[in-house]
């Protein structure tokens, strides 16, 4: 949750890397950045989301949840809703 100190709600955490991986195959596919430099990241990024954040049910784990602050949604883990899920209209 914190780049500064990595004690604070440390661990998974993959709706960053879902971004990236996002960004990257956007501008693979648009030409904005060089295919051969970036689609090893992208392919390593996206193995770790498979391999780390989708579950036996097809549902995405260790995802973020909504609030004020990062923290608000802590802590994170496999089989967590986001706040998003739990909420009733």
């Known amino acids: 949750m914190s780049l500064h ?4 709600f440390g661990g998974k955490e993959m709706t960053g890397t879902a971004l990236f991986v996002y960004g990257m195959a956007y501008g ?6 060089d295919r ?3 689609l090893p990241v992208l392919v390593k ?3 770790a989301i498979v391999k ?4 036996p049910n097809g549902f995405l784990g260790w995802v973020q949840g909504t609030g004020k602050e990062p923290k608000d ?3 994170l883990s496999a ?3 986001p ?4 909420t009733t209209v």
């Not at 706040?83 to 739990?86: F, N, Q, T, V």
Request: charged share 25%; proline share 7%; hydrophobic share 25%.
């Open 52 to 55: 780390d954040s989708v579950q």
């Open 83 to 86: 706040d998003l899920l739990k």
């Open 5 to 8: 100190d990595p004690t604070n």
């Open 45 to 47: 990024a996206w193995n």
């Open 28 to 33: 693979i596919n648009n030409g904005l950045i």
């Open 79 to 81: 089989s967590k809703e």
């Open 36 to 38: 051969d430099t970036y």
């Open 73 to 75: 949604g802590q802590p």
